[in-house]
């Protein structure tokens, strides 16, 4: 961590000098005081690190939903992330509204099948800027160490249908194991096989289901 002094605080020099000119009879005293004092000036420091990282990663409250928060450079709402609980039927949050017409009236239709079979649906994520994309791909380079190793789990942003809005993820796991069983009937399928929440409009409504990609 950093060497950081603040207005009125004795830095870890003037201290040790301070040993030197003070009795023995007190050292062990003055020490203890040291120790407190670093200790608390580290556990200051490092809570003040953890709530700006707390503050980057987080969307202002009362941002409108849609909107981005205000001058943040991470991607927010207006990118495509979408809050939990998000139907298919939210048009207003840009993940649903950029979303293929012909895929979202699919997923419409199919949640109000799974709602009439008393499974809950929702959409994790639709559409995405290339920007969100690009979040994501970073992420999963330093997660695990390499571009190559990444895309196994996250698509380049010039290859995603996250970000041509042909692709949605849907969860919980009920709802994803119904549309494997039922999308078709929808034209929908899951697409990639480690991805059981990844799915596509790729065939005709009653059609059959591609065979699914297998990332190498």
């Known amino acids: 961590m950093p060497k950081r002094r603040r207005s009125g605080n004795i830095d870890s020099d ?3 000098g301070m040993i030197e000119t003070t009795p023995r009879r007190s050292t062990a005293l003055t020490g203890l005081v040291i120790v407190a004092a670093v200790t608390s000036f580290g556990l200051a420091a490092c809570s003040a690190v953890s709530a700006a990282d707390q503050s980057d990663t987080s969307t202002p ?13 991470l991607p927010g709402a207006a990118d495509g992330k979408l809050p939990s609980g998000t139907s298919a039927f939210d048009t207003d949050l840009p993940g649903i509204a950029n979303l293929d017409p012909k895929l979202r009236a699919a997923v419409q239709k199919a949640e109000t099948a799974m709602k009439a079979d008393g499974v809950p649906m929702q ?8 920007k969100y994309q690009i979040e994501l791909m970073d992420k999963a380079i330093k997660q695990y160490g390499s571009r190559e190793k990444a895309r196994k789990y996250v698509a380049d942003p010039d290859e995603s249908h996250h970000v041509t809005g042909h692709a949605v993820d849907i969860g919980p796991t009920d709802a994803d194991d119904w549309l494997i069983r039922k999308g078709n009937r929808y034209g929908l399928c899951q697409t990639y096989s480690n991805e059981i929440w990844h799915f596509e409009l790729v065939t005709t409504p009653g ?10």
């Open 123 to 130: 959409v994790t994520t639709g559409w995405r800027s290339k």
């Open 14 to 16: 003037e201290l040790f």
């Open 61 to 73: 409250s009362g941002t409108p939903r849609g909107k981005s928060g205000g001058g943040s450079k």
């Open 207 to 216: 059609g059959d289901c591609p065979p699914m990609t297998t990332p190498s």
